[in-house]
């Protein structure tokens, strides 16, 4: 009997270290533009050098569960720098993200994603709205027209299914 309560109490002295390394801490925040101070959902939030990770809520809201031993939060989003933070004892760790200026020109928002410049093979123009809204038309087709090189703008009658 005294034999079963020392190999009782080996196997939970042996056993405990590994109860201490599987604890997790839990880390949120809010993830901002650092000039307008405005929500940036979509950001990537993870542990750098490690599959763990999380994406910001419609709100810029994050939450995650890190092991205690993390030292470190990874911020990023296209066309912003990239945020790596220092956890130490904070849990609530708020992140306000600066534009990567000399990036934006290197990526082409298309209408179901989004490209490198460099791997585009076709032509890219584009319109600013400022330029449009000097203009006064009717409808945006007379706007838009002339704006862009090799660019035809044609209304049709505007019914549904109409050519």
């Known amino acids: 009997m005294k034999n079963l309560i020392h190999y009782t109490f080996l196997i939970a002295l042996l056993s405990m270290p590994f ?6 801490i839990t880390i949120s925040g809010q993830v901002t533009d650092f000039e307008d101070n405005v929500a940036f959902p979509g950001v990537t939030v993870v542990i750098p050098g490690t ?5 910001t809520d419609f709100d810029g809201k994050y939450s995650i569960s890190v092991p205690t031993e993390t ?8 066309g912003m720098k990239t945020a790596t933070i220092e956890i130490g004892e904070q849990r609530i ?27 585009l093979t076709g032509a890219v123009g584009s ?27 044609t209304s049709t009658s505007g019914a549904p299914g109409a050519v």
């Open 51 to 55: 599959t763990i990770g999380t994406v």
């Open 93 to 119: 760790i708020d992140v306000a993200l600066e534009p990567e200026i000399s990036k934006l020109d290197e990526v082409v928002v298309i209408g179901y994603g989004t490209v490198k410049k460099s791997d």
């Open 71 to 78: 030292k470190l939060l990874q911020f990023s989003f296209i």
């Open 19 to 24: 109860v201490v390394n599987a604890q997790q």
């Open 127 to 153: 319109v600013k709205a400022k330029d449009l809204v000097k203009i006064t038309s009717l409808n945006p087709e007379q706007s838009l027209q002339g704006k862009v090189s090799g660019v035809q703008v």
